[in-house]
């Protein structure tokens, strides 16, 4: 059914566009609705750790009280004298991607257990810019600070950590205040977690252990494929290798542990480090998938554009924060790769019936991984709560790229050697099969050629004998003069069938010499059917049309293709039948003056499907094999024809049995250079 107007869209798209809603859809009300809110504690919202070993950060929310400073105009003291103004918060602090933004923190502490009054504090973000730290007793003194810790500043008063990190004493019986003054400009994500002292070592081996696992992991992919790369003189391997790289850097920065171990805290390294590790990341997948998968076949627009997209990115966010543009160039590359995650999904969605199985097992990891990319930048932007599936979903995403796409990429390499060995093979075994058949036409040329060379030194020898003959018996009777005609008929006729012979085995019409003139068509007629011989002048009817204009062709030429439409009508039809010559004035296409050739009989006629293919060279009708022949009268007609500006084919017969062969040529042509 057509409906007018409207354009339907694939089922494919439907789909794949419902399964991403639904889980878009179930996500969000998960997150937002399903998820139990925290208790806020009743009335004095001071955290209690009596009892308590660690807490973690959806456990220490609900006792932060926090204000966002937009203009950068609030201090310490108005933070201690209005309290008021500062709202408690019911989960993790998760504000999104800002360029440049201030908060202002305060928690309130209570440490009653008697073994355990050494603690840490924790922002569990190490690419927050700047946290500066207040530890107030309960008598109002300041204890320590301000301590200073982030990737943009030198460390001061707080400890050697992948994250802002710092050392409260509680000793003093009483309410402790501890007030935080975090800058960003970046992900406003601000996890705050409590932890006994003698607990750090164990957990920094716990947080270590994973990080260095994905990141060894990450060294020995990108060392296989650098390796399988330059062993294979695959590219393809090498931006995979640039991919895992830039994403174990990116890893490596956000988990604080490059700001550690190898920029040694020195600000700005990480911050701007991760900046363009990102940018790379975010420029080199989306266009590794769309290469992996060759959708560019069927999608070739949206491959350019993500060519253009992958080096603007690339270059651009891998250059643009070693000279401070990151903040703002960071949020674009994070908004331009959940968009480029769309577009490559909707691509694959596309292509998903022209791919194979390992390549639409691929297509399922990619829109998995693409998903857990586009929620890890959808929570860094705010556009989602920061849920763990969010916090994971980026180390998920990489530790697929290890484990998937190697693979992949091996199994797609062999698959294409292969099938290149085989096509080089299949060639090899066609140059030797047309190398055999060139030198089997050579030899039947040779032979052909010696044989006609053979038998012309005696024709020769005896068209001068009859020559000869006639001269010297000049008074010879009627009788006897009627012999000798007779006698020189047969040998021309004999001549003719060698050069016949001859011409036909030189099938390359393009390297005969020609001579242009015009030519009377109706002469030309009457000697193709003379030289034809006794039978020919008694089958053969020919019908000229009164005025037929001169035709500038080679004669030669044109007399052989004249005779092979003929020479066809007298095997192919039934002995006694006649045979039709019908020549007469035509218009060819856009009216050009010309004239045309009717050979007709009253033979098997040519099949339908065969009406092309016996202009073929070597092509044999499988209707008639006991005709003998070679298959290359007619390619050679047409290839005269053609070279004199004309064209031949079988025409529909009027009759049920038969064939019509219909010969056109422009009256002036000029002769088509080989």
């Not at 009788?479 to 011409?503: D, F, H, K, T």
Request: hydrophobic share 45%; glycine share 8%.
């Amino acid at each position: 059914m057509v409906v007018t107007g409207t354009r339907r869209i694939p089922g494919t798209w439907w789909r794949w566009g419902g399964i991403l809603v639904l889980l878009g859809l179930g996500y969000l009300l998960w997150g937002w609705t399903l998820r139990p809110e925290p208790t806020v504690p009743p009335v004095q919202h001071v955290l209690d750790l009596g009892g308590l070993s660690q807490v973690a950060p959806d456990r220490v929310a609900p006792y932060l009280g926090m204000l966002r400073d937009d203009t950068g105009q609030w201090t310490l003291e108005d933070t201690l004298q209005k309290p008021e103004r500062l709202q408690l918060q019911r989960e993790v602090i998760a504000d999104g991607y800002h360029q440049s933004r201030i908060y202002w923190i305060n928690l309130k502490l209570r440490a009653s257990d008697a073994e355990r009054l050494v603690w840490w504090l924790r922002v569990e973000r190490a690419y927050l810019d700047e946290v500066r730290l207040w530890h107030f007793e309960p008598s109002g003194a300041l204890r320590g600070g301000p301590w200073t810790a982030g990737d943009l500043v030198r460390p001061e008063g707080a400890q050697l950590s992948p994250v802002p990190a710092f050392q409260l004493d509680l000793t003093a019986p009483g309410e402790h205040l501890v007030v935080m003054r975090v800058a960003t400009g970046s992900t406003a994500w601000i996890p705050v977690s409590l932890m006994d002292h003698e607990l750090v070592p164990r957990r920094a081996a716990r947080e270590l252990i994973p990080i260095a696992v994905l990141l060894g992991a990450s060294v020995v992919v990108v060392a296989m494929s650098l390796a399988a790369g330059l062993l294979l003189r695959e590219r393809v391997y090498l931006s995979y290798s640039a991919l895992i790289a830039s994403n174990a850097v990116v890893w490596a920065c956000v988990t604080g542990w490059a700001h550690v171990m190898v920029f040694g805290m020195e600000p700005p390294w990480a911050e701007r480090t991760t900046a363009s590790a990102i940018a790379l990341s975010s420029a080199l997948g989306p266009w590794l998938y769309f290469t992996l998968l060759s959708l560019g076949r069927y999608q070739p627009a949206l491959q350019r554009v993500l060519r253009v997209n992958a080096v603007l990115v690339g270059v651009l966010g891998g250059g643009l924060p070693w000279f401070g543009f990151n903040g703002r160039f960071t949020e674009m590359v994070l908004w331009d790769l959940t968009a480029v995650q769309v577009l490559v999904t909707g691509a694959l969605a596309l292509a998903w019936r022209q791919l194979d199985t390992a390549s639409r097992l691929l297509a399922v990891a990619v829109v998995i991984m693409s998903s857990l990319t586009s929620v890890n930048s959808m929570a860094a932007l705010g556009w989602v709560r920061p849920l763990p599936l969010a916090e994971m979903a980026g180390p998920l995403a990489h530790l697929m790229h290890l484990a998937l796409l190697v693979p992949y990429m091996l199994h797609a390499t062999l698959r294409e050697r292969r099938t290149a060995i085989a096509s080089s093979k299949r060639a090899q075994a066609a140059e030797v099969e047309n190398r055999m058949r060139e030198e089997a036409l050579e030899d039947k040329s040779s032979l052909v050629a010696m044989l006609a060379h053979e038998i012309r030194t005696p024709l020769a020898v005896m068209e001068a004998s009859i020559q000869s003959l006639r001269w010297v018996d000049e008074d010879a009777p009627a009788e006897r003069s009627q012999r000798y005609e007779r006698i020189a008929r047969a040998l021309r006729r004999l001549s003719g069938l060698i050069e016949l012979v001859v011409s036909r085995n030189r099938v390359d019409v393009s390297q005969w010499h020609h001579h242009a003139e015009d030519l009377n068509v109706g002469a030309l007629c009457h000697v193709a059917i003379d030289e034809l011989g006794d039978e020919a002048k008694a089958r053969v009817e020919l019908r000229l049309s009164d005025n037929l204009p001169l035709v500038h062709a080679d004669g030669r030429m044109l007399l052989y293709a004249v005779q092979n439409l003929l020479d066809n009508a007298l095997k192919y039809a039934p002995t006694l039948t006649p045979v039709g010559l019908d020549v007469r004035p035509e218009a060819g296409e856009g009216g050009q003056p010309g004239v045309a050739w009717r050979v007709t009989d009253q033979g098997p006629g040519v099949r339908e499907e065969d009406r092309e293919r016996i202009f073929q060279k070597y092509y044999r009708s499988a209707s008639t094999p006991e005709v003998p022949g070679l298959g290359l009268g007619l390619y050679l007609v047409r290839q005269i024809i053609q070279r004199h500006g004309g064209h031949v084919h079988v025409e529909n017969h009027s009759t049920e049995v038969g064939t019509c062969m219909r010969c056109w040529l422009p009256i002036k042509t000029a002769m088509a250079t080989p």
